[in-house]
Structure formats: C-alpha cells, structure tokens
DNA sequence: ATTCACCTACCAAACGGTCGGTAGGGAGAT
DNA sequence: ATCTCCCTACCGACCGTTTGGTAGGTGAAT
C-alpha cells in the first residue's frame, strides 16, 4: 500500500461525495486498511485535501502549458485548450471535482499555498485570451471577464456530465467552443 | 422566533460552509436558540435542506417564468432572462450556493422530489432557447446542450462574485450575454 | 387547562487523531 | 549461520470532542 493508492482512493470518495461527507474511515476502508493506519502514509485529512488539489492543479497546469506554448492562431489555441481541458476534466473527474467543489474545505494555513498555484493556472487562460486581444481577433475589453465566462461553462461540465451519454469531451467542448466564438445568433450582416 | 428566520440563518451558514461542515448547533447559535429547540420548528437537517432547495428553485422559477411568459424576441428575453437570473442568484447568494452547490448531500428519499422541481426549473431555459431556433435567429441544433453552456456561466458566477467589485450583476449579465449572442470573433464577412 | 416556545440534560454513534505493540524483512557484525 | 538491530507497515484499542436527535420539564400566554 503506497501514498499514491491512499490518494486515489480519497480523491474518488472525496470527489464523489465532498469532503466532509468523508471520513477518514471511508478512505482506510477503499484501501483495506485499519484508520489508523493510515496516518503512517499521511499527516492528517486535511493534508490528503491539499495533496489533491495540488494533484489536479499540476495535471491541468502542465496539460494546458504544452498547449499555451504551441504556435497557433487564436482561434485554433482556444479551441484547443478546450478541448485539452475538458479532456483531462472528464478523464479524472473524481480528482477535478475536489478541485472544483471542494477548496473552500481547505482550512486557512493551507489556503495561501493553494491560491497561488490557482493563479498560475487561471493566468494560463487569461494569456491566451490576451493573445486574441493582441491580434485583434477577440473583441472584448475585458479578458479577465471572459475567462471566467469561459471556465464557468467548462468547469460547470462535471456536475452533469455523463461518460456514457451521447457527446464525447471533445464534442462538448468543440460545441462550447462555437458558441464562443461565433455566438448564438445568425450572423444577419 | 420562527421557522423562516431559522432557514435564513440555515441558508446563510449552509450557503457559506457547506451543509456538512454546518452542525445544528452553529444553526442554533445563529438564531439565539439552543440546539433542542430548533426541533420545534424543523423535524431535522435534511428537513431544513430540502426547504432551501425548495426555496431557491422556487424563487428563481417564478421569476424566470415572468420573463419567460413575456413577449419579447429571443435575443431580449434571453437578454432579460439571463439579467433576471443573475440578479436573483447575486442577491440571494447564500441560498443560490444551497441549491447549486449543496443537492448532492440530500438523502435519496428527498431527492426524487426535488429532481422533478430542478427539470420544471431547467425546462423553462430549454424553451427560451427553443423558440429563438424556431424563429430561426440561433443557430444549434442541441437546445439542451446550449442550456447547459449557458448555465454553466451564469451558476459559476457564485463561486467569484464580489458584491464589492468593479461589475454589477446586470453588468456580468450583459458581458455573457454578449459572448453569447454575437461570439468572441470579430466578424469579418 | 391546554398549548406554545423554549431550556437543560442526556444519548448513542461517529469523528479525527494518538499510541503501544508487533510481524516481517534487510543489513551488519560476529 | 545466526544473532542483533532497526525500519517499515500495519493493527486495534483508546482519547476527547462533536455529531444529530430525544425526552422531560418550565413558564408564559391563551
């Protein structure tokens, strides 16, 4: 039994259930051990809930990077990294489900730490947005803004999302994607 | 002391915490009451979730069917349906973060009921979206896809809102609105 | 006399976490 | 070859605290 095996194990019961709907009991159940045991692998349950969301956010940050340094169009780089998102969303949704639903259970020594790898992931977003700004693609004013439309919709995904419904990950973000980029409306000029 | 000012202080507690992280007793310190008394009002914790879930859908789904039931174009009465929304999960934010972030720890023998009252809710966006495709101005052919999309921004705007910042709701409302609409290209025919 | 709103005291269960102990395996010395 | 020593991984009992919920009683209003 390793670290890792404990880890996993949390992040699916966490991410399924939140955090304080689990009990360590639970955690030490899924790998088939006493609870105390596991406190020779792990320092608390609130260390468990920082390591996963390090986890998620290191997943996503390096997925999106090799994305953010390709040399695209705009278009095409937004479109991409949805999709490279959305991926990884879908994929490991237990673990970005405690990302998403389940920072606010980080008590405040461990909050800072966290916050500002959460910047580094948002800012990733905000450049490539910027880049369309620059070009002159983009015809928005506010960039912070429409990242935080954009993930909205993204990350909104893992509260219906179904691996055995009808789209694909890749659907879903290519269609989330024409809606953001050319819009709703039929283009009447 | 009643039953509507104990599920105000639940719904800001809740809405603020989580309901797991929430115990009775800090209800009751809300309120001025001891633990046991709030057993005269309410039958029990799951008692006082299913009444805000109900709340909250019920205020957002009479809202939204005032607009809903007006006669206005597609593209204004999803204007107006997405600033109604916004307007309503903002200002009522503490219960809004009860409905949208909290379902999942109702017990199975609540949920059934309250699943049939969330499509009632969702049916209502689905149908707005209907008529702009039947009157040919949006251009999807998945209604259901395009509400989660847009439900997806709007419903994340609770987890960054800042009563306090630079953007009223109306204002966010508007900024998705147009991204919505009109897309991120420019359009360049 | 009854009802209402509330209190105090209590319960069993569950919580996160600690602790002493131990089985097993590998390394080093004899 | 065997004995010693230590380390890792785990058990199971236990700790104090908190949990949701119950029961019996009290005092004021009707």
Redesign the interface.
């Known amino acids: 039994m390793s670290r890792e095996d404990i880890l996993d194990a949390a992040a699916k019961i966490i991410g399924e259930?939140?955090?304080?709907?689990t009990s360590m009991r639970d955690i030490a159940e899924a790998v088939q051990l006493q609870k105390g045991s596991l406190y020779h692998h792990v320092s608390s349950k609130q260390d468990i809930l920082f390591e996963l969301l390090e986890q998620a956010l290191n997943l996503l940050i390096t997925h999106l990077e090799k994305v953010a340094d390709q040399n695209l169009a705009p278009?095409q780089k937004i479109r991409q990294a949805m999709r490279a998102y959305l991926e990884i969303l879908t994929t490991n949704i237990e673990l970005s489900s405690v990302l998403l639903?389940e920072h606010?259970?980080l008590k405040p020594e461990y909050q800072t730490a966290h916050i500002t790898r959460r910047d580094d992931f948002e800012s990733i977003w905000r450049e490539i947005i910027q880049e369309?700004i620059d070009a002159?693609?983009?015809?928005?004013t506010?960039p912070a803004?429409?990242t935080?439309?954009?993930?909205?919709?993204?990350?909104?995904?893992i509260t219906?999302f179904n691996p055995n419904g009808p789209?694909s990950p890749a659907e879903?973000a290519d269609?989330?994607a024409n809606?953001?980029?050319?819009?709703?409306?039929?283009?009447n000029?």
């Not at 809606?179 to 283009?187: A, D, H, Q, S």
């Open positions: 259930n939140g955090y304080h709907a278009e639903l606010r259970s369309g002159g693609q983009f015809k928005t506010d803004q429409v935080r439309t954009l993930l909205g919709t993204l990350n909104w995904t219906w789209l879903i269609q989330s809606v953001f980029l050319n819009g709703l409306l039929t283009c000029e």
